[in-house]
């Protein structure tokens, strides 16, 4: 008998580690909720900084800004269920991806709701954010009409660029948050090196499970070496509620058409940010590019995320970029796997406890987890250029592409004089990229026609 128990453990735990690389099915509890806490850890201090940030400037209450951090993980974790397990409408038309993405807070928002907020206070943020909106809406619904501007020249070209922003990203987290006093400390370098190492080693050594979870075994090990080194911020935990219902329209929605306008032109960028994403996805998990109907769902489900977000006071949600990156080096794609983190999301929204304790995790301890995962997302743009391949023509565009995209819109103060359009189109690299590479894109046309491979397999 106790044989038999124990063959019927050993075939249920290589069913597991054959279901994490699939996108159906659900492995057991114990081993989809590590991979899908190492989703949630990974995102959860860029999903909460904006909210701070703009909570910061608006002048709230600690009160009100502990009921923004609640809602905008309740948003998250419910946004991700959408994209895993999509809303249909109709035979061809989803809102939802039904791919493993992970949804967050976006800092494409904080410059505008920053200027908006200290101008007209949260309300006009969350109003304009609100019908701004819409215009992902558009993107989503009409997909099918514009996908021909994203071919997979455009789309490489905005992971690789999301991948060079992240990095930077990466290394302040890394030398312990972009502002800290002790930015660069041996402290924080330290802590960081420790749990890039085990990171590291477990990718390198580790099998099954314990490889897969590299990134939350790092983050693990990281905090408990800040805990002793008394880098972690427990007073905060111990002053968390446990309980709190997340309630919508806690604050007065206002609309003003100046700040709509500018919310608009920024779901515009929110939406690219999600092409790439979602394109980043498909390729690392599926070695494919993703589908118009996976595409258009993504884009659909991150202006509902976003729309709700409004409505229960957060900021506009989007896909993550780090999340893609994980996927990437893990190529763990289950969807019951991440729908666990999701639900890990969403009960932090109700206990702000829980939700003090991984938002205390020190900058540094995440950045040495996590900033491989975002040179994963760079070689996934290069991985998908190199499917467009390296015409004299490809090259011609790559050239003007990044050296408008990547070199003019990191600075802001070459085109300072130009009309506000144009500086919109440098306002910000992703943006930059993307815009320039398609109208270079267009202006070099190829007569060679665009095929999408692994369309039909993939619906």
Known sequence: ?????????????????????????????????????????????????PILIIAGVCGLSGADTVIMVQCAMFVSGLTTFVQLYPIKLGKKRQIGANLPIVMGTSFAFVPTASAIGAAGGIGMVLGGCLLGSFTEVFMGFFYKYIRR????????????????????????????????????????????????????????????LLKNSAIL?????????????????????????????PIPFHFKLEFSLPAVLSFAALFVTSGLETIGNTSGITVAGFDREATERETAGAILADALGSTTAAVFNALPNT?????????????????????TGAFVLMISGFLPKLGAIFSAIPNAVLGGSIITVFGMILINGIKMISRAGFSERNILI??????????????????????????????????????????????????????????????
């Open 319 to 339: 896909a993550f970029g780090q999340n893609a990156g994980i996927v990437s080096m893990t190529k763990v794609v289950n969807k019951w796997c991440i729908a």
């Open 149 to 208: 501007f994203f071919p997979p020249l455009v789309v490489g070209c905005t992971l690789v660029t999301i991948g060079v922003s992240l990095l930077d990203v990466g290394v302040d987290y890394f030398a312990g948050g972009s502002g800290a006093a002790d930015y660069g400390s041996i402290q924080n370098l330290g802590v960081a090196f420790v749990s890039l190492t085990v990171v590291i080693l477990l990718q390198r050594f580790g099998k099954g």
């Open 1 to 49: 008998m106790p044989t038999l128990q124990n063959e019927n453990r050993k075939r249920e735990k290589q069913n597991d580690q054959q279901l994490v690389y699939q996108l159906e099915g659900r492995p057991r509890l114990r081993t989809a909720l590590p991979l899908g806490l190492q989703h949630v850890l990974a995102m959860f201090t860029s999903n909460l900084a």
């Open 217 to 245: 075994v790092g983050l693990i090990v990281g905090y408990i070496v800040a805990a002793f080194m008394g880098m972690v911020d427990t007073q905060a935990i111990s002053e968390a509620a446990w309980f709190r219902v």
């Open 398 to 459: 790559m050239g003007i592409t990044f050296a408008f995209g990547l070199g003019m819109a990191n600075h802001p103060e070459a085109v300072a004089q130009l009309p506000s359009a144009l500086r919109f189109v440098f306002s910000e690299p992703v943006t930059a990229t993307c815009i320039i590479s398609i109208v270079a894109n267009l202006l070099f046309a190829s007569h060679k026609p665009e095929i999408a491979k692994d369309e039909k397999a993939a619906e």
